[in-house]
Every structure is written in C-alpha cells, then in structure tokens.
C-alpha cells in the first residue's frame, strides 16, 4: 500500500518529467507564451478596409459618409480619436451576427467570409476619419448601388428579447 507521502513525490516527479519535457523539446515557458501573446499585434491597413467595405458587399446594409445601404447601423460613428479596438469591433459584429447572417443569405445567396485580417482592416478604416473621408459614391459600380438595402430590415429593438427575457 502505498502512503501519501508516497503519492506527493510520485505526483512531484511526474510532474518534473513533464516539465524537463516541455523545456527540452523547446516549448517556451508559460510567461514568455503569455507576453508573445500580450505584445501579438495585427497589421491594420484601413484604405484596403474600405476597399473590403465595397467588395464584401458590407455597403448593401452599412453606410459610411451617407454612401450604402440602411439595412444595419452606419459604420461611421466611433468618436474621433479614439484608438482602433479590433476585439470590440468583432465583437460589435457577433452581437449582429444572426441578423448580418440572414440577411446576407437572403440578399446575396451566401455569407460574407472575413478572415482576421479583413476585420481588423475593416476596423481600421471604420476608424480612421481621413479613410473615411475618402469613401464616396463614385467608388462604388452601378450595379452594386442597386443592390443597396434602402429599408432599415434589423435594427437593435428588433432582437432586444435575445438578451432581455421578458
């Protein structure tokens, strides 16, 4: 029978080999993994963000400077100066997931598929007052501006029951 002293210094020697493991197969040590994933920055180019904004098709339902669609809430809104928050602004799009999803299914026949990388370009943009500025009518076919969702379809009210229960 073993005792439980017996049992702690297995436990502790299990635990070492796992560590002489972890260090010699070159894992790096739980506070460097942590700092490398505190200091991990995404690139954020905001001109090829509103480039996105018009090739995904975001401007059907979301207008920047008055240009595009009523059918979600404009994009134009951050106040000024205030620094890109990539995280905040993906999650601003889950809480609209469900209603972008549908409505992107009904109008174009599929969903939009962003990687990281368009997010936080499109946060970029949606950021940056002067690439703002830059967004007109003139930069969008005529084709697409004829698919403009002209009726605001979703808007918060509309799905305040998900998260308030009654």
């Not at 404009?74 to 469900?98: T, Y």
Request: charged content about 25%.
């Amino acid at each position: 029978m073993t005792d439980r002293k017996g049992r702690s210094r297995t436990a502790g020697r299990a635990a070492l080999a796992v560590l002489a493991f972890a260090v010699g197969a070159g894992l790096p040590a739980p506070s460097t993994a942590a700092d490398s994933l505190r200091t991990a920055q995404m690139p954020i180019d905001p001109a090829v963000g509103r480039e996105l904004f018009v090739e995904k098709g975001c401007v059907i339902c979301h207008s920047v400077n008055g240009v595009g669609g009523m059918a979600g809430p404009p994009l134009d809104l951050p106040p000024e100066g205030r620094n890109i928050d990539v995280a905040e602004f993906a999650a601003n799009m889950w809480r609209g997931a469900g209603p972008m999803v549908w409505l992107q299914t009904l109008e174009l026949g599929y969903q939009i598929d962003l990687t990281g990388a368009d997010i936080a370009d499109l946060a970029g943009f949606v950021h940056d007052p002067a690439e703002r500025a830059r967004f007109t009518l003139d930069q969008i076919a005529e084709p697409l501006r004829d698919a403009f969702l002209t009726e605001p379809y979703v808007r918060p009210e509309d799905w305040e029951w998900e998260t308030e229960p009654e």
